[in-house]
Each structure stands twice: as structure tokens, then as C-alpha cells.
Nanobody
């Protein structure tokens, strides 16, 4: 699976952005998908995850109620809708895919495939 993230940009605090991650291949629906982010000088951190069929979603505490992950298996695309953005949300955002259905979904090491990242900048 090849992943291509897009949709990042510059937004004012309180604004919104929608990230997209398009996947190649015919087995997209076999993968659970996630978004991670990495700010300068910090480790990559988990943001959100959606299971294969889209039935379950998981979020890092700081984004709950503000971010929504979704997927469209017909379009081989996963989305991250980000509302009420804060300066501390600024980072490079990465999409990732894994096929095992791991319990340790917040660990970046559990993911087999990664997109190239898209920059999100939030001005205060």
C-alpha cells in the first residue's frame, strides 16, 4: 500500500482543516488506518485511528471532540477533519496503515505503511 497525504496548510487558531490520505492498491479495506503527528523536537505521536470497516475510532485525549477520523473505502481514502485548531496542533501529520488489527494502535512501530506527511501550521 502506498499512502499520499494532503490537505495541510496555514490556519488561524480556532480554524479548521481537513487532511486526506489516498491509498493505492485494492486491499485498502483490509487495513486499519491512523494519523500521527510530529512537531519539531518532539517524538511522533498518535492522533487518531479507524478500524477496517470504519466501525470504531480512537483518539488521543487532546483532540477528542475536535478531530474526526473517517474513511471511504470506495475511494481508498482516509480523512482527518480538524476543528478548533490550536497552536499546539501544529506539526507534520502522517497517515499510516496496518493489517494486523493491533491492540497497541497508538504505537507507531505497529504500522507497516506510512504516507509522506503534510504540514499543519496554526497561527495564534
Amino acid at each position: 500500500v502506498q499512502l499520499q497525504a494532503s490537505g495541510g496548510g496555514l490556519v488561524q487558531a480556532g480554524g479548521s482543516l481537513r487532511l486526506s490520505c489516498a491509498a493505492s492498491g485494492r486491499t485498502f479495506s483490509s487495513y486499519s488506518l491512523a494519523w500521527f503527528r510530529q512537531a519539531p523536537g518532539k517524538e511522533r505521536e498518535f492522533v487518531a485511528r479507524i478500524t477496517r470497516g470504519g466501525g470504531r475510532t480512537y483518539y488521543e485525549d487532546s483532540v477528542k471532540g475536535r478531530f474526526t477520523i473517517s474513511r471511504d473505502n470506495a475511494k481508498n481514502t482516509v480523512y482527518l477533519q480538524m476543528n478548533s485548531l490550536k497552536p499546539e496542533d501544529a506539526a507534520v501529520y502522517y497517515c499510516a496503515a496496518e493489517s494486523s488489527g493491533t491492540y497497541y494502535y497508538a504505537r507507531s512501530s505497529e504500522y507497516e505503511y506510512w504516507g509522506q506527511g503534510t504540514q499543519v501550521t496554526v497561527s495564534s
